[in-house]
Every structure is written in structure tokens, then in C-alpha cells.
């Protein structure tokens, strides 16, 4: 291989990393190459750890090394309440906020028919059986308020309605800090349909 | 380990990427686990090869499998002209255009004192043993026009008057496309400064 490919190679490889293209592909590349080769190794060995241990939780689908994740496995969480987000990430930011002590049940994606992506790739079955368990009083839909975030809380609401669990979803409306002057219609619209008394 | 600490070690291994924060680097790290194994573990190929196999060129210091980089073994360029650039990225984009036939020499960076990055660094040793060689009739300064960069011109500059080699700096001027209404200061007064029969 010459010096070339080699460095092609990597270059061709860091592309498959969102939000990557061609030019922060060679950024990076020779950044690893002559600044950081220990930073470059660490990729190497963190990278080969997760991809042989990290698998999914059996219950909840997060990511996970064992059968039962950390948060499935607590007895501090209400097990009756289930909150079913589409990515790790989204779980991360309710954990952090500190607000929820329910179980989760992560999708990894969102339906996206265009795309290849229908109920078999977001382990419906296994959140059927879940919500068949009759374990589950309460399911919260925390998808995205994206079309397709939309769609999936859709599908997933009439699962949940024909095995009678209840069904709510997170509340629309000004988010914190939020000027009237920069909000969208949508936004507006729903703020004054959701108004509370004060 | 446990699924989080795995997850955060990539994670936090993935920040060492230039302009990768905490939220990238975790888009990234699901992305490689979850939607792209194949990619991953294409990075882990590379990057293993790439970090075996890539030296520096003996010549010109560029990376290189091989004792003397493509560029330096061939026999169809100039060995009297020798380009000076910052970083591998610029000789790419200087090859690319296609105009320029004579050697290079990468310094893998510029004259930053702050950062730690002073002359040995540089390779300026391996540069002036070339410029001792009595070989270069000409040396062609392709430092970036940033602050650091003509710092390192200069410098370079100096060391090649003493050693009797002609030693010339690429054309300041308006880029190609370029508006008048837009430029800088600086550039329109070296424009000006610069300008040419026509």
C-alpha cells in the first residue's frame, strides 16, 4: 500500500462518521497521524472495546454489556411507567435533567419508510411484549416532534391504546427562555391550544 | 467495565478529533455502534495500518511509506525548485491544480512559540540540510498568509539568503471570483500595491 492509499484509506473511512465529508476526513486523518497518535490509539482501543461489548438491553434496547442495562436492572425505578424515546442520546438528556424515574424503552431511529426503516429495524415486537407483560401502566411517547417523530409516537400510541395501557405524550409548547418574537406558528399555535390556568 | 463507561471511553477518545465536542463525539460514537459496525471497524483497519505504516519522507518530510515519498523519488519534476508548505493538506491542494513541478517540503505546521512550536518542530534542520545541498536554486515560501504563517516565512526566508539560494513568496492579490465590494482591507491594499501592466 502506498503512503498515499494508506492515508486514502483512513480518509475513505472516517467519511462513514456523521457530519463528516471529504475535507474534515483529511483534517482528521492527519491530525491523528502527526499530532496525536496517542489520541489515535485511544480511538483504536475504545473503539474495538465497544464494538465487542456493547450489545442491546434485553428489556429497555439502550445499549448495554450485560443482558439487563444499569437502569433496568435498579429496583429504585417505577416499573409501571415507561417513557420510549428513539435514541440513546435523548435518554441521556432525560437522565441528566433528573426528572423521570421510569423505565425507558429506546427505538435507535425513527420510522422512516424512505429509508428502509419500518417496525421490524425499531424492535417493536420486543416493546409489544413488554407492553404485553402487564407490567405497564402508563407509556410516555418522548419521540421527536419531527415528522417522522410524529409518525413513530402514531404507530406506537395504538399498540399501547389496543393493549390498554395508557397513552401520553410530552407536553407541546414555549420552551424555557423563549421569546414570542422568535417562536414559529407551530409552536405559538399549540402554546395557546395547551394555555393552563394560572 | 460497565455499558456507559465503554460508550464514554470512545466518547471521550473521539474528542481528540479536531472540532469534535462532547455532543459530536457522542453523535458519533451511537452512530458507529448502532448504524455503521462496518464503517467502524473499517476506521479500525485504517487507522491501525495507517499508524504502522506512515513515516515521514527522509527528503521532504511529507508522510510516506517509504523511505522517499513518490514525490521526491520521481524523476520527472524540478529538483532546483523547492516549495515550502505548512501541512500535507496544502501540498494536496497545490498538486491538485496541477501547475507546479518542481520538490516540496512539508513542515507539518508553522511557527507558533506559544504552542510550543519552534524551529525544531519544524524539521528546520532537515530543511536547511537540503538547502546546504547546494540542489535548490530556488525556494518558493507557500506558508499560509495567517499571522503564524509569514512569521514563518520570515524565518525560513532568512535562513536561505544566508545560504545564497533565491527565495521567493507566492502572489498576494484579489482571489479569483472575487468582488472588490467583499475583500478585506489588506488584500485590496496589496492588490493595489501589486499591481501589473496590463
Redesign the interface.
Same mark, same amino acid.
Given at each position: =500500500?502506498?503512503?498515499?492509499s $494508506? +492515508?486514502a $484509506?483512513?480518509q @475513505? &473511512?472516517?467519511k462513514?462518521?456523521? !457530519?463528516v465529508g471529504p475535507k474534515?476526513a483529511? /483534517? =482528521? &486523518?492527519?491530525?491523528?497521524?502527526?499530532r496525536? @497518535?496517542d !489520541? &489515535? /490509539?485511544? +480511538?483504536?482501543?475504545?473503539? &474495538?472495546?465497544?464494538?465487542k461489548?456493547?450489545k442491546h438491553c434485553s428489556r429497555c434496547n439502550?445499549?448495554?454489556?450485560?443482558e439487563l442495562?444499569?437502569i433496568c436492572a435498579s429496583s429504585h425505578r417505577n416499573p409501571g411507567l415507561l417513557c420510549v424515546l428513539e435514541?440513546? $442520546?435523548d435518554l441521556?438528556s432525560v437522565e441528566q435533567a433528573g426528572i423521570y424515574k421510569g423505565m425507558y424503552f429506546v427505538l =435507535?431511529g425513527h420510522l422512516s419508510p424512505l429509508d428502509g426503516i419500518g417496525p421490524d429495524e425499531l424492535s417493536i415486537r420486543q416493546l409489544i411484549q413488554l407492553l404485553e407483560s402487564g407490567q405497564i401502566n402508563e407509556i410516555i411517547l418522548a419521540t421527536n416532534l419531527t415528522v417522522e417523530g410524529e409518525a413513530t409516537a402514531d404507530y406506537i400510541g395504538d399498540i399501547a391504546r389496543k393493549r390498554d395501557v395508557k397513552v401520553t405524550r410530552l407536553a407541546r409548547g414555549l420552551p424555557m427562555g423563549g421569546e414570542l418574537e422568535y417562536m414559529d406558528q407551530g409552536t405559538l399555535s399549540q402554546a395557546f391550544e395547551g394555555r393552563r390556568e394560572y
Open positions: =500500500m502506498s503512503p498515499t $494508506a +492515508i $484509506a483512513l @475513505q &473511512a472516517l462513514c462518521l456523521p !457530519g474534515s483529511q /483534517r =482528521m &486523518a492527519f491530525h491523528l497521524l502527526e496525536d @497518535q !489520541g &489515535a /490509539r485511544e +480511538i483504536l482501543v475504545s473503539l &474495538a472495546h465497544a464494538l461489548t456493547v439502550n445499549f448495554s454489556v450485560t442495562c444499569n435514541t440513546p $442520546a441521556e =435507535m
